[in-house]
């Protein structure tokens, strides 16, 4: 089984259209993250949920809407898409923030073109 | 800006040769972790070594971390071609609740 699974694992669309990618982890962990990886590799923290409490919100534009329906999902909503949004998105879980709790089980990826 | 810094930004070697990557950081840590990324997947956690800690092996990796310098290693002994991935350090700053900077990683990779 996945431990983190996200989905579609590829997302081809227009500028200006919403979508949604979602993700869901079967470990049990307390804490979900999305990040966005650019076409450098650079890989940067958007959000972080820790039981379904926003704890982290990096300065990403308000067109990303997070939501965590339980501790176990992550989704993430992206609206008015632009041509910056390209990217690859990940998911990933932890145990939790604290010391030696925050190893992060990363997913396989989502990789978001705009056109 | 970019907490984690990795050098050398690309890296290539032989099969049985040793890797090593570093990698420089800004603030004060709570531990540092390395992670790698093979083309098209996600990360994988390696070894993580908290602040109090100068030196840990896992297997063929051995990760050092000199916090007077603000900068640690990973060793990638007797390498083989599977291998060949991005290799990316991350801290946990000691001001952070669970946040994690990554670095723009090393890109290895090994010839048979």
């Known amino acids: 089984d996945t431990a983190v699974s996200q989905t579609p694992k590829y997302l081809v669309t227009q500028m200006g259209n919403d979508k949604s990618i979602k993700c869901e982890q079967n470990?049990?962990?307390?804490?979900m993250y999305w990040y966005k990886q650019d076409s450098k590799k650079f890989l940067k923290i958007m959000f972080s949920y820790n039981n379904k409490e926003l704890i982290i919100n990096e300065t990403v534009p308000n067109r990303f809407s997070p939501k965590s329906p339980d501790k176990a999902h992550l989704n993430l909503h992206i609206n008015s898409l632009e041509l910056g949004d390209s990217a690859v998105y990940f998911c990933?879980?932890?145990?939790?923030?604290?010391?030696?709790?925050?190893?992060?089980?990363f997913g396989a990826g989502t990789r978001l073109s705009v056109l | 800006s970019q907490q984690g810094e990795e050098d050398p930004q690309a890296l290539s070697i032989q099969e049985g040769e040793n890797a090593t990557m570093n990698c420089s950081y800004k603030?004060?840590?709570?531990?540092l972790q390395w992670y790698r990324q093979n083309s098209g997947r996600g990360l994988v956690h390696l070894i993580l070594?908290?602040?109090?800690?100068r030196e840990k092996h896992s297997g063929r990796l051995r990760v050092t971390l000199d916090t007077s310098k603000k900068s640690s290693s990973l060793l990638i002994t007797a390498s083989r071609a599977a291998d060949t991935a991005s290799y990316f350090c991350?801290?946990?700053?000691?001001?952070?609740?669970?946040?994690?900077?990554f670095g723009a990683g090393t890109q290895v990779v090994v010839t048979p």
């Open positions: 603030t004060s840590i709570n531990n």
């Open positions: 990933a879980s932890s145990q939790g923030g604290g010391l030696a709790k925050n190893i992060q089980y």
């Open positions: 991350a801290t946990h700053s000691t001001d952070s609740w669970g946040k994690l900077q």
């Open positions: 470990l049990g962990h307390d804490t």
């Open positions: 070594i908290r602040s109090n800690e």
